[in-house]
């Protein structure tokens, strides 16, 4: 079984930054490659950033690219995205996703999602 724990969504104004974390509890060796998707209102999910098990690749959405960075700690069992230069395009609920699959992409098999973290930013 594993569980994920997003925290650090928050209200945040136009250029700040905000870093989400998420916290991976298993019971056995199962996860791989990790991810964060988004959902704004009334949009589809979609992907923003993954990243491979030794934190030595990782893929990012052209919107992103260049004001997010997406990291883990293995041995902590955290996955962190650092959020900056912020927009109100940003808005959405962010989720924390897992692969047993060792490929950091957006079309990757992710078995596992967090229950999500809200972020909003103002204008």
């Known amino acids: 079984q594993v569980q994920l724990v997003e925290s650090g969504g928050g209200l945040v104004q136009a250029g700040g930054s905000l870093r989400l974390s998420c916290t991976i509890s298993?019971?056995?060796?199962?996860?791989?490659?990790m991810a964060w998707f988004r959902q704004a209102p009334g949009k589809e999910r979609e992907f923003v950033a993954a990243?491979?098990?030794?934190?030595?690749?990782?893929n990012y959405a052209d919107s992103v690219k260049g004001r997010f960075t997406i990291s883990r700690d293995n041995a902590k069992k955290t996955v962190a995205l650092q959020m900056n230069s912020l927009s109100p395009e940003d808005t959405a609920d962010y989720y924390c996703?897992?692969?047993?699959?060792?490929?950091?992409?957006?079309?990757?098999?992710?078995?596992?999602w967090g229950q999500g973290t809200q972020v909003t930013v103002s204008s």
């Open positions: 996703a897992a692969s047993p699959y060792n490929r950091p992409y957006a079309s990757s098999p992710y078995d596992y």
């Open positions: 298993e019971r056995t060796f199962s996860v791989a490659a």
């Open positions: 990243i491979n098990w030794s934190g030595g690749r990782t």
